[in-house]
């Protein structure tokens, strides 16, 4: 990849040029073995530049993002993408140099990205992921520009990157009702308040399909016992309202006896004593990865083969178009932003190719 050098002072912007842009002069701080150069001051593990960390287009594009769940995914896509440029992995997008990619460096970089192979030979990222790292990247291209680190000719340029074309069937398995029966039988044997914790939570799982992060975020104060329903917040902040069923509604109602009507988290962790653990009067909440971790213990103990929690998610999607339910009704449910997206985890069209192929008949 040719290269664009600059420095950036504590405070101060780079040295203006004529057009707008930062000064920049060829450099190239190593070549690969098909002839790609880095990007000078993007290698080593330690920021490269001194400038002040308030200006850095990086920090201030992720500071930017309003839910933690996607700064801690667009910062995961602006690290790899930030590997690929300095060619070292090490490194990670903080303290970067981003103002001084072109266009003959993004283009570079999604080729990469499209290119990349996992461990089974298949293609290392989906279409979705390679564009939402795209989506990163043009983003942090434009906090360049605001920040004054940029022209508008070079990020307009730098950012005309078209998006990757394609689809891949959702992940995750369906989970039948024998295994949820066995996981809710082993929550119901164990006496302790995490037994009728995880029951509950896994009853909510399964009955609203709501994300682990949503379940995760989840008081006591949006849970409504008359309506039998729950306030859930997803991407983007949208609030949506979503339902248990009589049977989920039991199972939640015996858990808040147990719980308390301490304000705070729904699902708080629980400590050893079997004490809900929060500070100042309030429930901690858990993290999606300690949802996630409660599923895998239970299914361990009913010796169930291993689930996500998107396979709730999942299951719950297929079951609603399965009953009849209207795909728009699901989408609302779901908390998908386009019925497409939803339409995906519509089961029948593949029972229906299935039958059909089960009228041939081998000689």
Sequence with gaps: MTTHAGELSPGREPVAR??????????VTGRTAGGERAVDGWGG?????LY???????????????????????????DRIAR?????????????????????????IRAELRNRTGENGGPAYSPASVNKHLVALR?????????????????????????VEGSRLPRGHHLPGEAL??????????TSPAGARDG???????????????????????????????????????????YVTVEAAARLDAWIAVRGRTPGALFPPISRGGRCRGTDGRLAHPTGQAIAGILTRRLEQAEVAPHTPHDFRRTFIGELLDAG?????????????????????????????????????LP
């Design 45 to 49: 593990p330690e920021t490269p530049l």
């Design 325 to 361: 339910v209207d795909l728009a009704t699901a989408q609302q449910l779901a908390g998908h932003a386009s019925p497409a997206t939803t339409a995906r985890y519509d089961r029948r069209p593949q029972r229906r190719r299935r039958e059909a192929v089960d009228r041939l008949r």
């Design 84 to 108: 690929i440029i300095a060619m070292d992995a090490s490194v990670t997008g903080a303290g970067r140099p981003w103002w001084l990619l072109r266009y003959e460096h993004t283009t570079r």
């Design 181 to 190: 029966g066995a996981v809710l039988a082993v929550c119901a044997a164990d």
């Design 139 to 163: 983003q942090v291209l434009r906090e360049c520009w605001r920040l004054g680190l940029m022209s508008a000719e070079d990020y307009q340029r730098a950012a005309d990157l078209q998006s």
């Design 52 to 78: 002040d960390p308030e200006r850095d287009p990086y920090r201030v594009y992720l500071d930017r993002l309003d839910s933690a769940g996607s700064r801690r995914t667009m910062r995961g896509c602006l």
């Design 200 to 242: 509950a939570l896994l009853a909510v799982l399964y009955t609203t399909g709501a994300r682990r992060a949503e379940i995760a975020g989840l008081a006591l104060a949006d849970y409504d016992p008359s309506e039998r329903s729950l306030r859930v917040r997803g991407k983007r902040g949208k609030e949506r309202l979503v």
């Design 18 to 27: 004529k057009g707008g842009a930062s000064a920049a002069a060829p450099a």
